[in-house]
């Protein structure tokens, strides 16, 4: 985390003029977050984008921005939704971007190529925790983001057990250099986990997890793992 850390603070500059055209959806993913994303996802020099979870277009069009030469495919589960239309304005001039519909716990394992990257950003919870070690599994996707994985989740709990060396956006020596992207968002991050003089003191913003591929890990069995960890927590167990 220290060497994110390092590039966050030699690039925020030039990842805020980037993204100063890109207006704030509210409730949408973060800029610090997207900056996290950039960072790690450069590091794996990846060949595509997956995403899971388009929304309002947020994430889907920084990402189109961030990374311009790179195909970006978003995936959103319901074609009826009345963002599909808001993102479908907000994404029309990027030409790197194909937008899709499905269920993307199907559509995902399907589609993983050698080099690719995703971010999943629903599913959430253990849905999206099983859907990423199934991918791993794969062996093909070597980098993925969860959303929504704040210190206070069962996900982040299983994560830290289990995957000790995953890199979180609310990490605070990423997070006092990136929170200044956020000015335009302040207002809708919880409270607790807004920037203030020390740090977040439930950690900073909505949190992205970054799962890097290791070949030593079991991640069939870690899915298992996850499955009776998601029922516990259905069940109340």
Not at 69 to 90: G, N, Q, Y
Request: with cysteine; glycine share 10%; hydrophobic share 45%.
């Amino acid at each position: 985390m220290d060497e994110v850390a390092r590039v966050a603070a030699q690039h925020l500059d030039a990842y805020r003029a980037r993204v100063a055209r890109v207006p704030y959806e509210r409730k949408g993913i973060l800029y610090s977050e997207m900056f996290f994303f950039q960072i790690c996802a450069s590091h794996a020099r990846p060949r595509r984008i997956l995403e899971s979870g388009r929304a309002r277009g947020q994430s889907t069009l920084l990402l189109a921005v961030a990374f311009p030469e790179l195909p970006v495919v978003s995936i959103e589960f319901d074609p009826d939704s009345p963002d599909v239309p808001v993102a479908e304005e907000r994404l029309r001039s990027c030409r790197n971007v194909e937008l899709r519909f499905g269920d993307a716990t199907r559509l995902l394992p399907a589609l993983a190529q050698a080099g690719d990257v995703a971010l999943i950003d629903g599913p959430k919870g253990f849905r999206a925790l099983r859907l990423a070690l199934r991918l791993l599994a794969q062996g093909r996707t070597r980098m993925i983001f969860l959303h929504d994985l704040g210190g206070d989740t069962p996900e982040r709990h299983f994560l830290e057990n289990h995957l000790p060396g995953t890199l979180y956006s609310d990490d605070p020596r990423f997070a006092r250099i990136a929170h200044v992207l956020d000015a335009a968002a302040s207002g809708d991050i919880p409270l607790g986990h807004q920037w203030e003089a020390g740090g977040a003191p439930l950690g900073y913003g909505y949190t992205l997890a970054c799962l890097q591929w290791n070949p030593r890990v079991g991640y069939r069995r870690l899915g298992w793992a996850a499955v009776v960890a998601g029922l516990g927590r259905r069940f109340g167990g």
